[in-house]
């Protein structure tokens, strides 16, 4: 079936065919997507109850693993806690060979269907490992009952089933934000506003699904129920987000894979270097090459328009008589001559990264919500009459803030800025959010700190001598998750956006994966940043910033090092998002997406 390519506002024809969407999506079959047929909330709901389902799955299994590990497999703290970090380390790994294959050759659809089939599998095998052979005696792996000592082929069996968990939602992940974003076309007004309302409602369904999985969930598990109302419950979930999933399967919208980027990047650093000493004129466009529709290496997706900047990869494309004898030869060597889109999509990848690089200081604010965080709260008054509240449940008032914010964001801010604005036509970029999520994230280390001198001052005056906890409760701590969920709304909501805007078409997926990769490397530079610390500060029999006891110790002094750190890195950011230039899309009707304002901050 073909369709009417005419402007968003001058409607329907009648008689004619029936109008198509302008951004280059297809149907199922690969034909070009009806717009009144196809995508839009109908499929984007779909995938946000499949997005909330798949979460509480996952984070069924993580939130608790730790523990599993100590009371069921009895490995020490030191050894479980290595192993959930290198399994949340394959996670975000996986994300990045999901996103490959995603943007290569599988496309978005496919690849969440696979993926999540593995995710699926691996739940259920880890369900009936345990019920049949890890939860032995009956009963065991709660907090008095030890359970017995297991088989080498058991202990990998268990292992295999969680690192299918780590391979199927890390490999899903960062392909369905942007399948969902695909589901809008943002060369239509009404769809392009449908678009990036509809990440901030996916970081709000991610969220949900884990605040359950937080609570309910993990309240079983901590009671010992692991393999029925624990690890089962999880798998239901996954395989309701997947039947869910499949369901929606001839109402999508697709982008066609578009290649290996690997070669296409290489092609454009090789071609460029052949030439490097070819002088392109400024300003010459005309000497440039393009292929066309036919010839193009990204699929037909939408080309790329030329800018400024990076002059030097530009001789990639730029044609010399060389190139010139080729072709009247019929040979083309994609070595030595390559389109503009394929060049302007290098230029693409390497302004991003400086933005990139800045998010990795805010992830290290962001993971001490589930480390120091917790430990703080430890050693402070847990109770309210009889009722101990755990710890590591103070990040409910985070995904309840997250909550918050998202409606604040999207029904009273965006639309005050909106009309503030002269042109009216959007309210805060995605950049100028990100810088507000980052301002948000130094308040939240300086509330952290200042609860923590509080209890500090507390704990020396209850009991001087003494490990004990503080007399402190462990509510003044609300204040700074409440700023962590407020900075996630902008930082992470806008990071997904942008890289999903920003990235060309050939390399959505891989955008996403970016957001996943800046959360590991968080991890990683704040477990060196407290190494460090603690290396320093531990001088002179002095027990360091972050002993054991932390009633000996200074953590107050690390939450104010990170929120100078994440102030040095805002300047850093402010630089950076000046200096940035918006990607420029031609549309299949010939019109120009991209703004010129988005690097204002």
């Known amino acids: 079936m073909g369709c009417l390519e005419i402007l968003p506002k001058e409607g329907k024809f009648k008689g004619e065919k029936e109008e ?29 109850l499949n997005q909330g389902l798949a979460t ?7 939130v608790n693993l730790v523990l599993f590990l100590t009371r069921v497999l009895q490995q020490d703290n030191a050894d479980a806690a290595n192993n959930v970090s290198k399994w949340t380390g394959t996670v975000y790994i996986c994300s990045l060979f999901g996103a490959f294959l995603s943007d290569s050759y599988w496309g978005r659809y496919k690849t969440c269907a696979i993926f999540q089939v593995i995710f699926v599998i691996g739940l259920i095998l880890l369900s009936l490992a345990s019920h049949f052979f890890l939860l032995n005696p009956r009963g065991c792996g709660d907090k008095t009952t030890p359970c017995g000592s297991h088989s080498s082929w058991q202990i990998g069996l268990f292992y295999l089933s969680i690192y299918m968990i780590a391979l199927g939602y890390g490999g899903y992940q960062p392909n369905i934000a942007t399948f969902g974003a695909d589901q809008f076309d943002e060369e239509d007004p009404k769809e392009g506003l449908s678009k990036v309302a509809f990440f901030s409602y996916f970081y709000l369904a991610m969220n949900l699904g884990q605040l359950f999985s937080n609570t309910i969930l993990g309240y079983f598990e901590d009671k010992g129920m692991w393999a029925a109302l624990g690890f089962g419950a999880s798998a239901g979930s996954a395989f309701a987000g997947l039947v869910l999933f499949l369901g ?55 080309k790329i328009l030329h800018t400024e900047g990076f002059k030097f990869l530009d001789r990639a494309a730029f044609i010399t008589s060389r190139d010139l004898d080729n072709q009247k030869q019929g040979q083309q060597d994609s070595w030595r001559l390559c389109p503009v889109s394929q060049v302007e999509e290098v230029k693409c990848i390497l302004r991003l990264l ?23 709260g430890v050693a402070m008054k847990c109770t309210v009459s009889n009722f101990r509240i755990p710890p590591a449940s103070m990040s ?13 964001y999207r029904r009273v801010l965006d639309p005050v800025v909106s009309r503030m604005k002269k042109s009216g036509s959007k309210g805060l970029t995605e950049l100028q959010r990100m810088g507000i999520g980052l301002v948000i994230a130094v308040m939240a280390m300086v509330s952290a700190g200042i609860v923590e001198c509080y209890r500090l001052k507390y704990a020396k005056k209850d009991c001087p001598h003494c490990d004990g906890s503080s007399s402190l409760s462990i509510f003044w701590q609300i204040p700074q998750y409440a700023f962590i969920g407020a900075s996630e709304v902008f930082m992470y909501v806008g990071q997904l956006e942008f890289f999903n805007a920003q990235a060309p078409d050939g390399l959505k997926s891989f955008g996403s994966a970016l ?15 407290v190494t460090i610390v603690m290396k320093i500060s531990t001088i002179d029999n002095m027990p360091g910033w972050i002993p054991g006891n932390l009633n000996k110790g200074h953590l107050d002094r690390f939450y104010f090092l990170l929120a100078g750190l994440t102030t040095i890195n805002l300047v850093i950011y402010v630089v950076c998002a000046k200096w940035y230039k918006s990607i420029k899309l031609e549309g299949k009707c010939g019109r120009i997406s991209g703004e010129d304002d988005l690097s204002a901050v």
């Open 20 to 48: 198509c969407t302008f951004d280059g999506t297809v149907d199922l079959h690969g034909r070009p997507a009806i717009r009144e047929r196809s995508g839009r909330w109908v499929a984007g709901i779909i995938i946000l």
């Open 354 to 376: 400086p933005i990139w690089l800045c998010t990795i200081i805010y992830s290290v604010v962001f993971t001490q919500m589930a480390s120091l965080f917790v430990e703080q």
């Open 396 to 408: 409910s008032f985070d995904i309840l803030s997250v909550a918050l914010f998202i409606f604040l």
């Open 56 to 62: 509480l799955a996952f984070f069924g299994v993580g």
């Open 248 to 302: 929606g399967t001839l109402m999508y919208r697709h982008f066609k894979p578009s290649g290996n980027p690997l070669s296409r990047f290489c092609q454009v650093i090789v071609a460029a270097t052949k030439k490097w000493r070819v002088e392109v004129p400024a300003g010459d466009q005309d000497n440039l090459y393009e292929a066309n529709e036919k010839e193009s290496s990204t699929n037909g997706v939408r």
């Open 515 to 529: 957001c996943m990769t800046s959360i590991s490397l968080g991890n990683y530079v704040s477990s060196l940043l």
